[in-house]
């Protein structure tokens, strides 16, 4: 009975691990009346200092050790001894969907937004998807689209870490652009972008 009853409470236990991953919530696809974010854009503040404290967020929140992402996998060698290499990494790779740069030029169409990070790293959010999105092996999560006037982008990882972009124009020459990481145990670290109109 007491072997039944551990059983029920390891299944139970599961059950509610698989059920604790979070599930994003579409955003709209409607863009609000006279909302278009096209344009040209400088980042305002030293392009590698915002770098640096992207870096920063994300070594604060993914719990990943570079050195484990980057080491070979695991091998056999002639006398069937396995080798030492990668190991299945716990913590979060959503940040691989990040791109930033120190000029960003913003396509607005009909259907989503085009964003090309210094003429060359292009990213397509179309309104109001719920889809899997894919970075080499990292696969994810994303809902994109409207809350009131700014447009939101939300991306989450397979261990639950979650990267969320929100774009807004301050005034008709200023963008901001909001990124927060969230790591799988809701520690937050946000950074704020501002862009200036150059086109």
Request: with cysteine.
């Amino acid at each position: 009975m007491r072997c039944g009853r551990t059983a029920l409470y390891l299944f139970a236990s599961v059950l509610c691990a698989c059920a604790a991953r979070e599930i994003l919530i579409p955003k709209s696809g409607a863009t609000p009346a006279d909302m278009d974010l096209s344009g040209t854009w400088r980042l305002r503040k030293d392009a590698s200092a915002g770098q640096r404290r992207i870096n920063e967020a994300i070594r604060r929140t993914d719990s990943v050790d570079d050195r484990v992402i980057l080491r070979p996998p695991a091998r056999q060698n002639e006398r069937g001894r396995v080798t030492p290499g990668s190991r299945r990494n716990p913590g979060g790779l959503v940040h691989v969907f990040l791109e930033s740069g120190a000029t960003l030029k913003i396509t607005q169409t009909a259907d989503g937004l085009f964003l090309s990070f210094d003429r060359a790293v292009v990213v397509e959010y179309r309104f109001g998807e719920n889809r899997e999105v894919q970075v080499g092996p990292v696969v994810a999560d994303r809902v994109s689209g409207w809350e009131g006037g700014e447009y939101v982008a939300e991306t989450l990882d397979q261990n639950n870490m979650k990267l969320t972009e929100r774009f807004a124009l301050v005034n008709r020459h200023t963008l901001r652009r909001t990124i927060v990481f969230r790591s799988k145990n809701d520690d937050e670290e946000t950074i704020v972008q501002t862009f200036d109109r150059v086109g």
